[in-house]
């Protein structure tokens, strides 16, 4: 149990709130104009957990099917009908005195199919709607342009980011919601956890592995996520040229691996494992790729083809914050046989015999956030902004009709220990802390409702049963606590 070493301090302007995305909440799959994405074509499969090669297994047929499917196993495509209902969840986010909310928009929302020449007035319509709603409220959105919802036209025409054309197309869009949002928004983030390219390259790219017999499929990972850091670099740049005042960041997975031993050779394979957390940040904060991802790259044997502007674009679209999700960490080792691994939403690692596991085994670590803080500061020397951390837990309406999760304001609670830590103690430049999950809502990696991170109960079950209402938890009254003594009161 991580217990403030220092006194409980946060700067006055401090961000908190909440984060959400578009695919795990809006569901309106197909309303006013939607375009189908990647994650509407993402099928739950009861007991399908934390078994990261299966969650992430996508063929063709799985593409073809969901196209021609009913609704049933895709619960992306339900959400939590935040499109309905985002009065009445905005109202419960002020409730708790959110400061900042998280969001994502759609890019199939704005345009149908990403080559239409004019964007959708409907889906433009929605989200200014939302950041009205959010203003009402004196609440800053923090707004991602792609969370991990790849519109399907791009992978069926162009395999997907591996695909130079989706550059442009990507920065048309781009283009249309600094022009019409920019007015409500001021931070911004290109792609979320923009170093996923290489783990699982569906969700993140729109690569589907049986479409590459003429290239490595590896190799086009690589490319893909190419053409994502010059999209967004471009993004970075073209927001700055609309939205002078706004602040543009990037999104990382804050991946954190310690060596399962100190033998020498377990320290070497972690930091080696830790560079390719790195990677795509290091170019996003510096301009350029690192010397170690270009030996990486040659050492695989691939080439990753640059056209001419590419390294003035990356150099020109440098972010104004780093930003990142943080949920758990692990360890690694040169040798993982015989070892007990432990699974994250995206990666395994070597389980730590001195840490809890969540019931999704995520081992919770509060102290490693402090030390990602201090890491991720020392190296960037860039506001950071942490835009995910919480608990998934199998919460249950008990029956007073409430739902207590004690698990989650000790999660929360230790976390803000060591935020305020690395602030205080350690002179970290934290601006702010969005909650992942404020409201419940559809889980990235299973796909399933029963993993509930919200201080928010939604009442829906894994196929969509029921009546969407919702349920104040206990940690809702606890958050707002939080919020109200700026991270004083615990
Ligand atoms: C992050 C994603 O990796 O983890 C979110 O950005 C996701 O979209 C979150 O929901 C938690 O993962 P999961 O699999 O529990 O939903």
Redesign the pocket.
Known sequence: MYTNEGKLNFPKDFLWGGAT?AN?CEGAWDEDGKGMTIEDCLEFRAGNISDMGKQFAFSSKNLEMAQTENDINYPKRRGIDFYHHYKEDIALFAQMGFKVYRMSICWSRIYTNPEDKVPNEKGIEFYLNVLKELKKYDIEPLVTLS??DVPVALINKYRGWYGRECIDLFIKYARTCFEHFGKYVKYWLTF??VDAMLRHPVTSGGLIEDQFDDVPFEQAMYQAMHHQMVASALAVKIGHEICPDSQIGCMM?KLCFYPFTCKPEDNLATQQRMRSVYRCVDIQVFGEYPIYLKKEIDNKGFEVHFEKDDEEILKEGTVDFVSF?YYMTSCWAASTEGLELSPG??FNGVKNPYLPSSEWGWQTDASGLRYSLVELYDRFRKPLFIV?NGL?ARDVVSEDGKVHDPYREDYLKEHVCAMSDAINLDGVNLIGYTW??CIDLI????REMS?RYGFIYVDIDDYGNGTYNRIKKDSFEFYKKVIASNGTEL
């Open positions: 995305a795990q969370h991990y979320n956890e997975t999700s939403n995206t995910e998934g992942w999950g889980s990235e990696s299973t993993k």
